[in-house]
T-cell receptor, first 111, second 114 residues
Framework: ETGVTQSPTHLIKTRGQQVTLRCSSQ?????VSWYQQALGQGPQFIFQ???????GRGNFPPRFSGLQFPNYSSELNVNALELDDSALYLC??????????FGSGTRLTVV | AQSVTQLDSQVPVFEEAPVELRCNYS??????LFWYVQYPNQGLQLLLK??????LVKGINGFEAEFNKSQTSFHLRKPSVHISDTAEYFC????????????FGPGTSLSVIP
């Protein structure tokens, strides 16, 4: 089992820019979810992908979008960055026995 | 829609003392329940989960939790904590009809005092 890896680990962007965060999930895990964790808060569900299609979305605007690829990797894209987008972004793949395996996250800072 | 409440935002406890971290949930349907731990600057690690069966669930690092359906609670316990247990703990819930969409509570910061 290879785990979930995310890149980059840290990122600084300017307000208004666009960013792409990447995740490589465990082989055979068809479901991947993305979460936003603001400082001092619990993770908030952004969206979920199953077999390359979005099949669930939290309360996030359309400028948050994603992709999932056949090789179990996925991307989170955020357009028109705002200061409040500064957070830890977590990718998680769903275990076949229930429960997610999380990556270590990407710390995004918007200045 | 489901929601999770963690009643204590911070819990200080002395080393080797017992600890209980409280979690209550709200849902109109049957749920799965989880506890995750997050160490500083890291992602979340699954401590334990309740899917069905026995309401007492044992997890890693000596933690256990008990599902109480009537009180809609899933409190986390450890009989004797160590310094290394200092971390943020998150209770989470998902509906059995869509167990892949997990909703997290706000977290409880456990500080173990030497």
């Amino acid at each position: 089992e290879t785990g979930v890896t995310q890149s980059p680990t840290h990122l600084i962007k300017t307000r208004g820019q666009q960013v792409t965060l990447r995740c490589s999930s465990q082989s055979g895990h068809n479901t991947v979810s993305w979460y936003q964790q603001a400082l001092g808060q619990g993770p908030q569900f952004i969206f979920q992908y199953y077999r390359e299609e979005e099949n669930g979305r939290g309360n996030f605007p359309p400028r948050f979008s994603g992709l999932q690829f056949p090789n179990y990797s996925s991307e989170l894209n955020v357009n028109a960055l705002e200061l409040d987008d500064s957070a830890l972004y977590l990718c998680a793949s769903l275990s076949q026995t229930g429960g997610y395996t999380f990556g270590s996250g990407t710390r995004l800072t918007v200045v | 829609a489901q929601s999770v409440t963690q009643l204590d935002s911070q819990v200080p406890v002395f080393e080797e003392a017992p600890v209980e971290l409280r979690c209550n949930y709200s849902s109109s349907v049957s749920v799965y329940l989880f506890w995750y731990v997050q160490y500083p600057n890291q992602g979340l690690q699954l401590l334990l989960k309740y899917l069905s069966g026995s309401t007492l669930v044992k997890g890693i690092n000596g933690f256990e939790a008990e599902f109480n359906k009537s009180q809609t609670s899933f409190h986390l316990r450890k009989p004797s904590v160590h310094i290394s247990d200092t971390a943020e703990y998150f209770c989470a819930v998902s509906e059995k009809t869509s167990y892949d969409k997990v909703i997290f509570g706000p977290g409880t910061s456990l500080s173990v005092i030497p």
